[in-house]
C-alpha cells in the first residue's frame, strides 16, 4: 500500500508526537515508563456508572458526546499516560447492520448463529463492508471530541488509542451466536467449512481495518487489536486459519505515517496466547502480554525488535500495597528486557477494583 500522509493538525505530528507512549510503542525508552489500564474507562469507576444510567453499551459506545465523556474519566482520574476510545468489539457489526445486543452478565447475542457456508454467504451479502464506513461517523466523532479535550489535559502530551477486535473474536461470536466458554463452533467450522470460514474472517478484518482507520484519521495516535479469544487455538491452527486475517486488518491502517515518516504505532493483545508468540509475524510495533507469561519469557519467543505492553495480574490490584507495588516492580524489572515497555494489566480493570489502587499505580510507575 503506498504511503499516506496524515493531516498537518494530526496529533502525531504534534502534540503526540514525542509522548511517552508513542515512543515505548516505536522502541524507545522514554524518560518515564508509560502506564494505562485496559478496561480502565467502566464500571470499576463510579462516574461511569453515574452516566450510564438508562443506557444501553451499544447506544453509549455510539453516543460521540457520551463515548468521548467516557473514554476521559480515566485520564482526568487516574492521571495515565493514554486514552483508548471506549467502544465495544461488535460496534463495527452493528454499524454494518448486523443485529446484535449486549445482554447484560453474558455479553454479545445474535439473533442466529452463522455457522454454515449458507448463513456466511447471507451475512456477508447483505452487510458488505461498505454500509459501516458509510455509518461511521459517530466513532469519527467520539475521536475528534476526545483529541480535543486531551489537548487541554496533561500538556496535551496524552494520545488517544484506537480499538477494534480482531477476526477471530467477532467470528466466534457470530458461528455460536453468543459468547462461549471453548470456541468450540468457531474452531469447528474452520476445518468444517474452510471457505466460508476464510470468507467470514475476511469480512470481518475489513470491517476492523476500516473501523481502526477511520479513528486514526480522525485523530488516533495508535490502535490496538484485542484477541479475546486466540488463546483457544494451537500454534498451528492460529497461523494458518486466524493470523492473515489479524495482519489483514494492520493492513488498513499500517500505510498512515506523520510528517518525519513514522508509521501509526500498532499493538495486538490475545488472551491466553503464549504458545502464540513466536508466529505473531503481523508487521507491528508492540505486543500486548497477558498474565499469565512473565515479560522476559514473553520477548523471548515474541523477539528483541518489538515493544512489549502490560502484564500485571489483575487478581494483585485486591493485595495489600506492599504485596501489590512488588509486584508491579517486577513487571517493570521484567519489561525492562524490552526495547519500549508500556505498564499495562495482564488483561482488564475488573469491575470492583478501587479505583484508588489504580490511581498510586500510576504515581508509583510514574516514580520509578
Not at 455510539?62 to 467502544?87: K, M, N
Request: hydrophobic share 45%; aromatic share 6%.
Amino acid at each position: 500500500m503506498t504511503p499516506s500522509a496524515l493531516p498537518a493538525t494530526h496529533p502525531l505530528n504534534g502534540t503526540t508526537a514525542e509522548s511517552w507512549l508513542v515512543a515505548a510503542y516505536r522502541g524507545e525508552r522514554p524518560p518515564v515508563t508509560p502506564v494505562w489500564f485496559m478496561r480502565q474507562a467502566g464500571r470499576s469507576l463510579p462516574e461511569y456508572r453515574e452516566l450510564r444510567v438508562g443506557t444501553r453499551m451499544l447506544e453509549a459506545c455510539l453516543d460521540a458526546e457520551l463515548a468521548a465523556e467516557i473514554t476521559l474519566q480515566p485520564v482526568r482520574r487516574h492521571g495515565v499516560d493514554a486514552a483508548i476510545l471506549f467502544s465495544d468489539i461488535v460496534v463495527p457489526l452493528k454499524l454494518a447492520g448486523v443485529q446484535v445486543e449486549i445482554e447484560p452478565g453474558v455479553g454479545p447475542v445474535f439473533p442466529a448463529a452463522v455457522d454454515t457456508p449458507e448463513a456466511v454467504t447471507a451475512l456477508v451479502g447483505e452487510h458488505p463492508a461498505e454500509a459501516m464506513v458509510e455509518a461511521l461517523e459517530p466513532i469519527r466523532d467520539a475521536v475528534r471530541r476526545t483529541v480535543a479535550a486531551l489537548r487541554l489535559l496533561h500538556h496535551g502530551r496524552d494520545p488517544l488509542i484506537g480499538f477494534a477486535g480482531a477476526p477471530f473474536t467477532m467470528a466466534a461470536y457470530l458461528v455460536a451466536g453468543r459468547p462461549s466458554k471453548d470456541h468450540l463452533a468457531a474452531r469447528a467450522m474452520m476445518h468444517r467449512h474452510p471457505d466460508a470460514w476464510r470468507r467470514l474472517l475476511g469480512w470481518c478484518a475489513e470491517l476492523s481495518g476500516e473501523f481502526l482507520r477511520a479513528q486514526v484519521l480522525a485523530g488516533a495516535s495508535a490502535v490496538q487489536l484485542f484477541d479475546s479469544w486466540a488463546g483457544s487455538l494451537p500454534p498451528a491452527d492460529y497461523a494458518a486459519h486466524v493470523a492473515p486475517a489479524s495482519r489483514a486488518v494492520f493492513d488498513r491502517v499500517r500505510d498512515l505515517h506523520d510528517e518525519q515518516g513514522r508509521r501509526v504505532p500498532l499493538v495486538h493483545f490475545a488472551v491466553g496466547a503464549g504458545e502464540l508468540y513466536p508466529l505473531l509475524d503481523l508487521d507491528i510495533d508492540c505486543v500486548g502480554v497477558d498474565w499469565r507469561t512473565p515479560l522476559d519469557q514473553a520477548q523471548r519467543r515474541i523477539g528483541h525488535d518489538r515493544a512489549v505492553q502490560g502484564n500485571l495480574d489483575p487478581a494483585l490490584l485486591g493485595a495489600p500495597w506492599p504485596v501489590l507495588r512488588d509486584a508491579v516492580d517486577d513487571v517493570l524489572l521484567r519489561g525492562g528486557v524490552a526495547p519500549g515497555h508500556v505498564f499495562n494489566l495482564g488483561h482488564g480493570v475488573p469491575p470492583d477494583t478501587d479505583p484508588e489502587v489504580l490511581t498510586r499505580i500510576v504515581d508509583h510507575v510514574h516514580s520509578r
